[in-house]
């Protein structure tokens, strides 16, 4: 534990770039989980690591340029985020693990008219969400509905069913 600190800097008033960007390293991967748990859809079209990077670079940059962090290291790190951003994004369409880590997988609300409570559950659905679910599609009854998903992005797309 004590080479971990070392590491990050702990204990210290004064860390150096690498050991930002150790920590810059951590938070990121550590805030990609902690959005991936929370609901998609407060975050609407944003990835995960599209709300991680504002966030994080947002936060960094300020202190920086407040003087409540060195510039250099700082600098460092958000660059390390950026990279690492990249590397993601890039990774992401060539590789299902990535991508289902980093953007998640749809998820299936309504099968063949049958509600998944349990997707719903998940999703942080209710009742009046179904209802506005048919409304926005231009449906009455969920009989008419084939499949709705809420996709990666935190949209709900929603497949009528054929009037054949």
Known sequence: METFHILIGQDTPHIAWWQMSIRAGIIFFYAILLYRVAPRRSFSNLSAQDIVLTVVLGSSLSRALTGNAPLLPTLAATGLLVILYVGVTALAPHSKTVSHLAKGRPITLVDNGDVNHG?????????NDISEL???NGLRDLSEVEEARLERNGQVSVIPKSST
Do not use: M, P, Q
Request: charged letters at 35%; zero cysteines.
């Open 134 to 136: 048919l409304r926005l």
């Open 119 to 127: 997707a719903f559950r998940k999703a942080h659905f209710g009742e």
